[in-house]
Nanobody
Framework: QVQLVESGGGMVQPGGSLRLSCAASGFTFSSYDMSWVRQAPGKGPEWVSAINTGGGSTYYADSVKGRFTISRDNAKNTLYLQMNSLKPEDTARYYC??????????????????WGQGTQVTVSS
């Protein structure tokens, strides 16, 4: 059974930090590129960041570049998103998703193989 389970969300003040994790099971995690996608209330999904299978190439949306860092530990089947200097506009539900086509992910296409259930991030004073 394929599972992607996100954790680490919560409420934080503007300027604060959070680290999201995504634990994968039921498939060969190291064979898939991975993305973080977020969706704010009343808005469509937004691609946030992606990382290739080996972790050597990372990509970011302009809205988070320089503030967020994506990483992965294939030995632990886990994907991470370190989020610093958080802003109210980062408030959203954050999902991890797996793909074999990182170019499509970066282009904003959401045809992922697997999705998690998401974790809520709220940035508010």
């Amino acid at each position: 059974q394929v599972q992607l389970v996100e954790s680490g969300g919560g409420m934080v003040q503007p300027g604060g930090s959070l680290r999201l994790s995504c634990a994968a099971s039921g498939f060969t995690f190291s064979s898939y590129d991975m993305s973080w996608v977020r969706q704010a209330p009343g808005k469509g999904p937004e691609w946030v960041s992606a990382i290739n299978t080996g972790g050597g190439s990372t990509y970011y949306a302009d809205s988070v570049k320089g503030r967020f860092t994506i990483s992965r530990d294939n030995a632990k089947n886990t994907l991470y998103l370190q989020m610093n200097s958080l802003k109210p506009e980062d408030t959203a539900r954050y999902y991890c998703a797996s793909t074999r086509n990182i170019a499509a992910a970066i282009a904003g296409r959401f045809d992922y193989a697997y999705w998690g259930q998401g974790t809520q991030v709220t940035v508010s004073s």
